[in-house]
C-alpha cells in the first residue's frame, strides 16, 4: 500500500507530509462537511495542518476534527496582529481557544509583505516579540513566517528569528526559486509552499469562487488550451502536472487548499504516485529555469504608480508571453486592464522604489508593443 511520504520540516525537526492541508476553503463548507474533509485527510495521511487567524472558522473547524488526535498531527497558525499586544491578547488566545489545544506547533506572522510590516512586526512592541514570549512559556514551539514578496522573505529569513517559512510558488511564479527557497535551504529554515496551483486569485481556491481542485484546476491564467499545450499533451490534468512541479523541489510540504474528500484523495495519490519529474516534464517546463533578465519579482514595492498604471500585472502577463509562451490568453486579457502603459507619464517613481533596479519604463514599453 502507498503511503504519503513525509519531509523534515528544516530544523523544527518535524516530519510532516509533503501533501499538507491549505484550511482556507473549508471556510465555505458546513461545520460537519469541514471536519469531514479534515478529518478525512488526517486518515489518508496528511499530518500538517495549516490555518489561520483570518480565516473566519477554519481554526475551530480544524481543532474539532483532530481533537483526539491532537499530539499526532503539526498545527500551524498564523496571527495578522501586527503589535505585542494585540498578538498575544487577541491573537494568540484565541487560536488556543479554536483549534482545541493548549501547544500549538508553529505560529507565523501573517502575509508579510513590507518592509515596513516586516520592521513593525519584528520591533520590540510588535508581535514577534509575543510569539517569542509564547514560545518561552510553552505554548507554541515553534515560529514562522509567510509572505509573497520575495526581497522581504530574504530579508526577514536573514534574522535567524524564522523557524519556517510559507511562500507562494509555482509552475508560472518561480520567483521563490531565485533565492528564498536555496537560502531557506542553507539556514535549515522549513519551507512550506502555498499556491501550487495559483491561490486566493484562482478559482480553485478562493471559497467565494466555484472551481474546485477537481473541477477547474486551470487557475485564472492561462486559458486552458494553451495551458495544456504548455504542459505538453492534450488531456493531461494540469492540476497533477502543477503538484508534480512543485514537488520536484526542495521543500518540505504543499498545502492546497481543500474543500471536498475528493480533492484529498486527488492530491495524496499524485503525491504517493511521485517518482520524480520525467526528463521530458522538466524540458516542457523549464524546469530550473527563471525568466530571463530583466524581469518582474512582483514584490509590488513599485507600487502604487501616479498614473494607475499596473505594473506588477502587466509584467506578469509579459513573462507569461516571452518566458511561457502564453500568447492568446494574454493578448486577450491586456486590453481588460483599467490602466496601461500608455497612462505613463514616464516619472520614474517605479524605477526608483524597484529594490531589482529594473528599467521598469522601458520593460512596460516593450510589453505594450508586444501584448496590445
Ligand atoms: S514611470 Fe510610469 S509606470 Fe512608473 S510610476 Fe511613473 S507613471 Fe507609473
Ligand atoms: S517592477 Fe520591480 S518593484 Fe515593481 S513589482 Fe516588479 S520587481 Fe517589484
Given at each position: 500500500?502507498l503511503t504519503?511520504?513525509k519531509?523534515?520540516?528544516?530544523?523544527?525537526?518535524?516530519?510532516?507530509?509533503?501533501?499538507?492541508?491549505?484550511?482556507?476553503?473549508?471556510?465555505?463548507?458546513?461545520?460537519t462537511?469541514?471536519?469531514?474533509?479534515?478529518r478525512?485527510?488526517?486518515e489518508?495521511?496528511?499530518?500538517?495542518?495549516?490555518?489561520?487567524?483570518?480565516y473566519?472558522?477554519?481554526e475551530?473547524k480544524i481543532?474539532a476534527?483532530?481533537r483526539d488526535?491532537?499530539?499526532k498531527?503539526?498545527?500551524a497558525?498564523?496571527?495578522?496582529?501586527?503589535?505585542?499586544?494585540d498578538?498575544?491578547?487577541?491573537?494568540l488566545?484565541?487560536?488556543?481557544?479554536?483549534?482545541?489545544?493548549?501547544?500549538?506547533?508553529?505560529?507565523?506572522?501573517h502575509g508579510?509583505?513590507?518592509?515596513?510590516?516586516l520592521?513593525?512586526?519584528?520591533?520590540?512592541?510588535?508581535?514577534?516579540?509575543?510569539?517569542?514570549?509564547?514560545?518561552a512559556?510553552?505554548?507554541?514551539?515553534?515560529i514562522?513566517?509567510?509572505?509573497h514578496?520575495p526581497?522581504?522573505?530574504?530579508?526577514?529569513?536573514?534574522?535567524?528569528?524564522?523557524?519556517t517559512?510559507?511562500?507562494?510558488?509555482?509552475?508560472l511564479?518561480?520567483?521563490?526559486?531565485?533565492?528564498?527557497?536555496?537560502?531557506?535551504k542553507k539556514?535549515?529554515?522549513g519551507i512550506i509552499?502555498m499556491?501550487?496551483l495559483g491561490g486566493?486569485?484562482?478559482?480553485?481556491?478562493?471559497p467565494?469562487?466555484?472551481?474546485?481542485l477537481?473541477?477547474?484546476?486551470?487557475?485564472?491564467w492561462?486559458?486552458?488550451?494553451?495551458?495544456?499545450?504548455?504542459?505538453?499533451?492534450?488531456?493531461?490534468?494540469?492540476?497533477?502536472?502543477?503538484?508534480r512541479?512543485v514537488?520536484?523541489?526542495?521543500?518540505s510540504?504543499i498545502?492546497p487548499?481543500?474543500?471536498?474528500?475528493?480533492?484529498?484523495?486527488?492530491?495524496?495519490?499524485?503525491?504517493?504516485d511521485?517518482?520524480g519529474?520525467?526528463?521530458?516534464?522538466?524540458?516542457?517546463?523549464?524546469?530550473?529555469?527563471?525568466?530571463?533578465?530583466p524581469f518582474?519579482?512582483e514584490?509590488?514595492?513599485?507600487?502604487p504608480?501616479?498614473?494607475?498604471v499596473?505594473?506588477?500585472?502587466?509584467?506578469?502577463w509579459?513573462?507569461?508571453?516571452t518566458?511561457?509562451?502564453?500568447?492568446?490568453?494574454t493578448?486577450?486579457?491586456?486590453p481588460?486592464?483599467?490602466?496601461?502603459?500608455?497612462?505613463?507619464?514616464?516619472?520614474?517613481?517605479c524605477?526608483?522604489?524597484?529594490?531589482?533596479?529594473?528599467?521598469?519604463?522601458?520593460?512596460?514599453?516593450?510589453?505594450?508593443?508586444r501584448l496590445?
Amino acid at each position: 500500500m502507498l503511503t504519503l511520504q513525509k519531509r523534515r520540516l528544516g530544523r523544527t525537526d518535524l516530519q510532516v507530509s509533503i501533501i499538507g492541508f491549505g484550511g482556507i476553503p473549508i471556510i465555505a463548507r458546513s461545520r460537519t462537511e469541514a471536519e469531514e474533509v479534515v478529518r478525512y485527510a488526517y486518515e489518508k495521511g496528511v499530518n500538517y495542518f495549516d490555518t489561520a487567524r483570518a480565516y473566519g472558522d477554519s481554526e475551530e473547524k480544524i481543532g474539532a476534527a483532530l481533537r483526539d488526535v491532537r499530539d499526532k498531527v503539526v498545527l500551524a497558525t498564523k496571527t495578522h496582529q501586527r503589535t505585542r499586544e494585540d498578538a498575544a491578547r487577541a491573537g494568540l488566545k484565541q487560536s488556543l481557544r479554536n483549534l482545541q489545544t493548549d501547544r500549538i506547533d508553529i505560529v507565523q506572522l501573517h502575509g508579510i509583505d513590507s518592509e515596513e510590516t516586516l520592521k513593525k512586526a519584528m520591533s520590540t512592541d510588535g508581535s514577534l516579540t509575543a510569539l517569542k514570549e509564547a514560545r518561552a512559556e510553552g505554548t507554541i514551539d515553534y515560529i514562522g513566517i509567510s509572505g509573497h514578496n520575495p526581497y522581504v522573505l530574504v530579508k526577514a529569513i536573514k534574522t535567524g528569528e524564522f523557524d519556517t517559512v510559507l511562500v507562494d510558488f509555482n509552475v508560472l511564479n518561480r520567483k521563490a526559486t531565485e533565492e528564498v527557497i536555496s537560502l531557506a535551504k542553507k539556514l535549515d529554515v522549513g519551507i512550506i509552499i502555498m499556491k501550487a496551483l495559483g491561490g486566493c486569485g484562482s478559482p480553485l481556491q478562493h471559497p467565494q469562487r466555484n472551481g474546485t481542485l477537481l473541477g477547474k484546476p486551470e487557475l485564472d491564467w492561462p486559458d486552458p488550451s494553451e495551458f495544456i499545450a504548455y504542459f505538453g499533451k492534450e488531456g493531461i490534468d494540469r492540476a497533477q502536472r502543477s503538484l508534480r512541479f512543485v514537488l520536484e523541489h526542495e521543500i518540505s510540504t504543499i498545502i492546497p487548499g481543500f474543500r471536498s474528500t475528493e480533492e484529498v484523495d486527488y492530491a495524496v495519490k499524485v503525491a504517493e504516485d511521485f517518482n520524480g519529474l520525467t526528463s521530458i516534464e522538466k524540458e516542457t517546463y523549464k524546469f530550473g529555469e527563471l525568466p530571463p533578465e530583466p524581469f518582474c519579482r512582483e514584490c509590488g514595492l513599485c507600487k502604487p504608480c501616479p498614473d494607475g498604471v499596473e505594473i506588477p500585472t502587466i509584467l506578469r502577463w509579459d513573462t507569461y508571453y516571452t518566458f511561457y509562451n502564453i500568447k492568446r490568453w494574454t493578448k486577450e486579457q491586456y486590453p481588460k486592464l483599467r490602466s496601461r502603459v500608455n497612462s505613463c507619464t514616464e516619472c520614474v517613481r517605479c524605477e526608483e522604489k524597484c529594490p531589482y533596479h529594473l528599467p521598469v519604463i522601458k520593460m512596460l514599453k516593450e510589453a505594450e508593443k508586444r501584448l496590445s
